[in-house]
């Protein structure tokens, strides 16, 4: 028989890792409700036509694409935001701003690599209706409040702006229509460095002193009010470039009265590939090992929902990449302590004792004492063994001859003293004991 195999790109979460996501995305949702966002979902299968409306040559190459039974062009969606265009362009009467969150998988036809999978779990936050770069430092906070809960530590987040990078591109002469190519190019610094970007630049049809120029602005980065003064001087009589600086200084101007500049870096090489963004874009990057590339990104879309036929509508948002995050949680050793002890083992000692010990089971879990029976009809050892290997507080024994006497007997597994409790107390009695080891 043939090994059995996850399809390539794509993989089983168990234990630790499941455990770790519940978390990761427990956590999103407690923090994105804090904040006022409410939630959206939607099918993980769109229409072809509604997938490539968002436009830019990743979306043919990276969509898993077919044709079902009805002979429909359909596709799995590869990110969350698409899905949100559409539900905003059809429903043009909801009340602005639309604040909403949203959790689940995307799926892109990836090359699979270290912390890069094919089918992937996103928690996202988008503000629709705002044209404010308020909104986006808002998104952005979100981020940090999050990272700060799950990480503590040891992230950042990079930020630059469409209009500052168009202002780039203007200074250097290049013309309107090749400036999404530069855009691309920049994009792949991290990966292929500065010569690799050279290249590319001239792949793409971009002059020698045009390269230089945008290699050499693209340098620029820093986390204070002077980083912003140098973007300012290198775009001096762009407008849309100054007009991108302006935003970003708003923003700067948010994060300092929230005491959290220092986690956020003003970067000019940050481009983010996908074509929709108009204005401010981020990217969350991990600081220590493993690398994961990057942990989250965004950035505003105001011309995304027109492409589904809604008004035009700005829009800003960001993608918290749970996946990644997983990984980097697990490496960090911070998957451990998930796990819940339990409260109370219910040990029967033969296998008509079931029916007593499911019926004590659902009166404690009725009161909000996790509870497990033994279903392996184990020898009573065995059973305090299993006791012990789950943490459990309190071992319920239910026998045959202190059923018949109705009582129990309930065993401390940290005292490891036991008493004979009356069935119609046993609640009362481990509620008690719990109240004491809480």
Request: glycine share 10%.
């Amino acid at each position: 028989m043939s090994e059995m195999r996850t399809v390539r790109g794509m993989r089983d979460l168990m234990g630790s890792e499941m455990l770790i996501k519940n978390y990761l995305m427990d956590s999103a949702v407690e923090i994105f409700e804090l904040y006022g966002y409410e939630p959206l979902d939607s099918p993980v299968m769109e229409l072809w036509e509604t997938l490539s409306a968002k436009g830019g040559e990743e979306v043919e190459a990276e969509t898993f694409k077919f044709t079902d039974k009805g002979d429909r062009e359909v596709g799995l969606r590869f990110d969350l935001t698409v899905p949100l265009a559409r539900i905003v362009a059809t429903n043009p009467h909801l009340p602005k701003p639309f604040k909403r969150y949203a959790l689940g998988k995307a799926w892109r036809y990836d090359r699979p690599q270290a912390g890069r999978y094919r089918e992937f779990e996103q928690a996202d936050v988008d503000i629709v209706g705002a044209a404010s770069p308020a909104a986006d430092a808002e998104v952005i906070l979100v981020a940090l409040e999050f990272l700060r809960r799950v990480l503590s530590s040891d992230y950042m987040i990079r930020i630059n702006n469409r209009k500052v990078l168009r202002g780039m591109t203007e200074k250097a002469g290049v013309r309107e229509e090749q400036a999404y190519e530069c855009f691309r190019a920049i994009d792949k610094l991290d990966k292929i460095g500065r010569d690799g970007v050279l290249i590319e630049l001239d792949e793409r049809g971009i002059g020698e002193n045009q390269s230089k120029y945008l290699i050499d602005a693209i340098a620029i980065k820093g986390s204070d009010s002077k980083t912003l003064e140098k973007f300012e001087e290198l775009l001096e009589r762009s407008k849309i470039g100054i007009e991108g600086v302006e935003e970003l200084k708003l923003m700067a101007d948010v994060f300092e009265a929230c005491g959290v500049s220092e986690l956020v870096e003003f970067d000019m090489s940050l481009a983010r590939g996908l074509d929709y963004y108009t204005g401010p874009v981020f990217e969350g990057v991990y600081l220590g090992k493993p690398e994961v590339g990057s942990i989250l990104g965004g950035g505003r879309y105001d011309h995304l929902i027109e492409k589904f036929g809604g008004q035009p509508t700005p829009a800003t948002g960001i993608s918290l990449g749970i996946g990644r995050l997983i990984e980097v949680v697990l490496a960090r050793g911070n998957g451990t302590n998930l796990t819940k002890d339990l409260d109370v083992f219910i040990a029967p000692i033969t296998r008509s004792m079931i029916r007593y010990a499911t019926s004590y089971q659902t009166k404690l879990i009725q009161a909000g004492v996790s509870c497990e029976v033994d279903l392996m009809d184990r020898p009573l050892k065995k059973l305090l063994e299993e006791a012990d290997l789950k943490n459990a507080k309190f071992t319920v024994i239910v026998g045959e001859r202190d059923v018949a006497n109705g009582v129990v007997s309930a065993r401390n597994m940290t005292s490891k003293e036991t008493e004979l409790v009356k069935m119609e107390t046993l609640i009362d009695y481990i509620l008690k004991g719990l109240g004491n080891s809480r």
